[in-house]
């Protein structure tokens, strides 16, 4: 199982950038995808989730109408669209993976993080 970012960066306030994650060695199709966040000295939390055939997102409230979470089963990959980005939003952004079985059992698989730094 692998789930590997890419597309961050330095980013002036205001500017924006889109993360990518790729997936491979599981059922890309059957999982919801989420995008988690971690700044220096905080607990990670979450920033956006998309269902497994992405007809639903949801958004944390500080990132709401400037983030859109997408995904492409085609391709087992999932964006995170982040327009008028601030100083706050600078954080090492992971990518998760989750799925309950038939049986019950979670499964949750993690990336290794992009830096995104906000800064002018």
């Known amino acids: 199982v692998q789930l590997v970012e890419s597309g961050g960066g330095l980013v002036q306030p205001g500017g924006s950038l889109r993360l990518s994650c790729a997936a491979s060695?599981?059922?890309?199709?059957?999982?919801?995808m989420s995008w988690y966040r971690q700044a220096p000295g905080k607990e990670r939390e979450l920033v956006a989730v998309i269902t497994s055939a992405g007809g639903s997102t949801n958004y944390a409230d500080s990132v709401k109408g400037r983030f859109t979470i997408s995904r492409d089963n085609a391709k087992n990959t999932v964006y995170l669209q982040m327009n008028s980005l601030k100083p706050e939003d600078t954080a090492v952004y992971y990518c998760?993976?989750?799925?309950?079985?038939?049986?019950?059992?979670?499964?949750?698989?993690w990336g290794q993080g992009t830096q995104v730094t906000v800064s002018s």
């Open positions: 998760n993976a989750f799925t309950i079985g038939d049986r019950g059992n979670e499964y949750d698989y």
């Open positions: 060695g599981f059922t890309f199709s059957s999982y919801d």
